[in-house]
């Protein structure tokens, strides 16, 4: 069965630092790649996908991540965070031939101002 | 457009009652999922209906759960009765159904906690 893990369940950092969220996952076939995030009460969003071509996938508010199929890996960058960024940070994977989502235990980020 | 809406926001109910819970999908998407998080656990997958069918049930813990979604529009999802261990929140999400599903994106409600004291 496939898995996702995060590495990182806390993370803390001051604005303007840059941010990086370790993703790996398990699963030997043709993946599509998510991160969602889900902001302090609020529902989860999708900040980006990946479903083939280019690797790297540029989201929402200056995300990226960058899928590297050798290393099972699809990490998320942001050069500058902000303050607004304070959320919790979840990656997933589906299955190509798929429907369900595989989620991440989540990643908690808070952004000191 | 309104996005997934799901009802109530919270729920605290005593073990062995029933609770439902409902999820209104975006207008015009036949998947409607059910995910679950269990505190300090990772979300996962409890169904997934097509339309007015359940595609894939593979999610559900045991037969306390029982979800449904006539007419093909919202979906109940009802526990009974409810246990200790089913408190979490309960995500409804909603996709468009694609030929090949290959470009699926799925959009979350905002969740309902419940709580089983």
């Known amino acids: 069965a496939q898995s996702v893990s995060q590495h990182n369940h806390h993370v803390i950092l001051s604005e303007a630092a840059s941010l990086e969220l370790g993703c790996n996952y398990s699963?030997?076939?043709?993946?599509?790649l998510f991160w969602y995030v889900q902001y302090p009460g609020q529902h989860l969003q999708l900040l980006l996908k990946?479903?083939?071509?280019?690797?790297l996938v540029k989201g929402i508010k200056g995300f990226e991540a960058e899928f590297i199929k050798s290393k099972f890996s699809f990490n998320l960058r942001k050069p500058s965070v902000q303050w607004s960024d304070t959320a919790e940070y979840f990656c997933?994977?589906?299955?190509?031939?798929?429907?369900?989502?595989?989620f991440g235990g989540g990643t908690r980020v808070l952004v000191k101002p | 457009e309104a996005g997934v809406t799901q009802f109530p926001s919270h729920s605290v109910i005593e073990k062995g009652q029933t609770v439902t819970l409902r999820c209104d999908p975006i207008?015009?998407?036949?998947?409607l999922y059910w995910y679950r998080r269990v505190m300090g656990k990772e979300i996962k997958f409890l169904l997934h209906?097509?339309?007015?069918?359940?595609?894939?049930e593979s999610g559900m813990p045991n037969n306390r759960f029982l979800a449904e979604r006539t007419g093909g529009t919202y979906s109940t999802l009802k526990v009974q009765p409810a246990e200790l261990e089913d408190s979490g929140v309960y995500f409804c999400?909603?996709?468009?159904?694609?030929?090949?599903?290959?470009?699926?994106?799925?959009?979350f409600g905002p969740g309902t906690r419940l709580l089983v004291l």
């Open positions: 990946y479903f083939s071509g280019d690797p």
């Open positions: 999400a909603s996709s468009q159904d694609f030929p090949s599903g290959r470009w699926e994106t799925q959009y």
């Open positions: 997933a994977l589906r299955k190509a031939a798929g429907n369900k989502l595989t």
């Open positions: 209906f097509v339309k007015e069918s359940k595609q894939d």
């Open positions: 207008s015009g998407h036949d998947n």
């Open positions: 699963y030997g076939g043709t993946v599509n």
